[in-house]
Structures are given as structure tokens and as C-alpha cells.
């Protein structure tokens, strides 16, 4: 293994000297074993570089949070990230961190309580493409944009699974150590591909962080969340997406979130609210009494979440976070942004019995929300325009329902599609006004 490594890290070093420096590295960083371990390579093989071309060759250490990443495994990776970026200054490394995360609107809350997405499963999975490829395919977009053409180095490995091994010998041509990568102006580089698990672990347990990170906590987590099984000879890679350390804490993909159940066997009690939401979710998808009848796009097949179900979710999230947060306060499961956007997709909805301020002020018994500038003006507008189509009733929610669809739009910063939105809702109206709105297709 020794003679393997030191192999690597002369490919590595020479690839960097090469003249082209403007083609930056990204190093996807997940925090998992497989990244650990090939940043690790990356950054001790720079070490023998002279300081003084070191710092030639801008790299990015790019890192995902799906904003449902287990709360445990986040905290640990953010504090890795700011150990690299303190190191690499010190190292004399021209490393930057950066964090991606979904958009608003593509967030899993926002989708499953305000558009009343069914929780995923391998049949509808609409969450990967969402919490993790766009935000990721975005920023990648962007640096080649910058710099012509980059360079990502992955973790994956050949060993991970029989369909990974086939695509990597596919892309690989000649004895380049660059792959193409499907996004054009990209090249794939995977040191690490040819390791096997039990060698990962090895390697990570002798050679110390070189960003004052500890391997061992990284081996604690992993022996933690796999049953208190030695992650030396358990791979605890997800079935649900692949290549990840952990899944998101509310992955219905899988059956069992077995992590999130043996974190909680090995002490994090406290993740047992989350654990009981998670199967909540996973039954939830298959109880037609939850779902609507129809689809947004008409079609008489299970639709989404009925809005009493949606608000009981968003109740069972904020009471688990509520619980969460006394033994450790600075959890939250959902940000405030997606609290508002929920309750902009429930005016879309035409969901008016049921309010976001009211559900959080009901479980944190507060009043923090109860001045809500969107709920006065929403009801300030309602009255105003009841009063206005009091010779057409019928016209009060067309109105609203326009009115919310392109308001929707303005907020989620996304005028894509505005006009043809609401020429649907027109047409809605006009084919069967007086039918209860059926809402534009969220998707
Ligand atoms: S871990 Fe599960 S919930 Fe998260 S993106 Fe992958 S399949 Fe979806």
C-alpha cells in the first residue's frame, strides 16, 4: 500500500506542476473516509512541493449540505472545514471552502410541506437531483465559467460497486489520469479508485489530519452509526445515494435509517424525535388518507399531501426540533427561509385554515411569529378584494390565486415560467370556474 501511495502523490504533484494553472482542482469533500482520505493525499503530497509554487494553483474543497444532513455528522463537518481553511493558510495552500446548498424552493421541507411532496422512495425519488446534483452541477458551472476548465477530484472508488467500476473504465482513456466528466470543460481525477475499503481506514487510522482534524472522531462516527460494528471491515455507505458517508436524516429511500438508530443506541438520545419523524414520513407516502386524489397535473392517481397533513407534518418537525434543541440548542431542522416559502406555497395552495406562524407558535408557545407582515398583508388583501368582486364572488379567488402565483415567483427569486403559470390558472378558471382551484404543477 506504502508503494501505491507514494505513487499517487508523484501523479498528484506532477499534475499540479503541469502549466496549466488555470485550470483550478475541485475536491468534492463530503467529510466521509473516502474525501478525508483524498484530501489527506492531495495536501500532504503539496506539502513536498516548494513553498514556493505551492500556492499557484487555486483549489476549491467543494462540500454539499442537503440542509437534512444528520445534525450530528454536520456539526462535525463544518468544524473540519474551518480546521482546512485555517490550515491551508498556514500551509502556504491557495485552498478556499466552499458550501453549496439546494435552492430555496428545491429544499426537502419546502417541497414536502409546501408543495406536499410524498416523502421519496426508489419510484419517485425527486430528492437527489434537488438536495445534491443541482446545487453541486451549479457551482461546478460556475468556476468553469471563470476558468475555462477545472478539474474535480473524487473519492470515488472501484470497489464501491460493480456499476461505478464499469463507468469509471468506460471514461478513462489511454493511461491519462484524466477522465471526461459529462458536464463539458470538466476532468475527473480519482486517485483513490483503486482502494479497497479495509486499506481507507488503515490509511486514515496512521496518518494523522494534516488540518488538525481527528480520524479518530471520523472512525467513532462511522462505528457509532454502523451498529458498533469496527468501520475497519463494515462499509457504511448508503444504498439511498451511493457514495455518501451518511444519508440525510430524513431519507425515506432506505427502510430503516439504521445509522440514525444506532447513533441513538450508542447515547444521542436525543435523536430519537427525529428518528420517529423520519418513519412517519416513510409510512406516510403509502396512506392514501394523507394524499390527495389527484395529481397536480389532473391525473386521478394519489397527489400530494392534503394541507391538514402537511401541517401536522410541520407540527411533528417543530416539535421534534423543539425536543432536539434541549439537549442540544443550536439544532435546527428547518431554516426560517423555509418556514416562509412554506407559507407562500400554501397561499398558492389556497391553503388559508392553516398558518405557519400559528403551528410555530402553538409548539414553542410563542408569540414570535403572530406579527407575521405576510399574514396581515394576505388578510388585508383578501378583504380588500372580497369587498372589490362583490357582483363576482367567483372572481375573488382567480384574483388570489394569480395574485399568489406570481408573488410565489417574485419571492423565489424565479420569473421562469411566470407567464405560462398563469395562463394555466386563467384557463383553470375559465374551463370550470367554479371547481375548486387545482394549483399550478409545482414542478
Ligand atoms: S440520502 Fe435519501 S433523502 Fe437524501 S438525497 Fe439521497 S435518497 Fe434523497
Redesign the pocket.
Known sequence: MLEHIKHIQAEIIDQFLQEDNNRPWIIGFSGGKDSTMLLQLVWTALKKIDPIFRGKRRIYVMCND?L?ENPKIVDFIYRTLRNIEKAAVIDGINLIVETTTPKLEDT?WVNVLGRGYPA?NNIF?W??ER??INPTTKRILEKIDENGEVILFLGTRSDESANRAKSIKRHQFGTNRLRKHSLPKAFVYTPIQDFLTEEVWQYLLAVPSPWNGHNRELITLYRNASGGDCPLVIDTT?P??GN?RF??W?????SKDKSMEALIDNGEEWMQPLSDLRDTLAESRDNLEWREDFRRNGQEAPGPYKPKYRALILEKLLTAQKEAQLTEPDIDLITNQELVAIQIMWYRDSIFNYQVSEIYNKVYNANAMKADKIDVQKKKEMEILSSSCKTNPEHVQLISDLLSVQKTKILLRNKVGLSGDLEKQMERFLTNPKKKKETVDAN
Not at 250 to 254: E, H, I, Q, R
Open positions: 442537503t437534512v426537502f421519496p425519488r430528492c437527489t438536495l445534491k448508503t439511498s445515494c455518501s444519508g440525510c430524513v431519507c425515506t429511500v432506505v
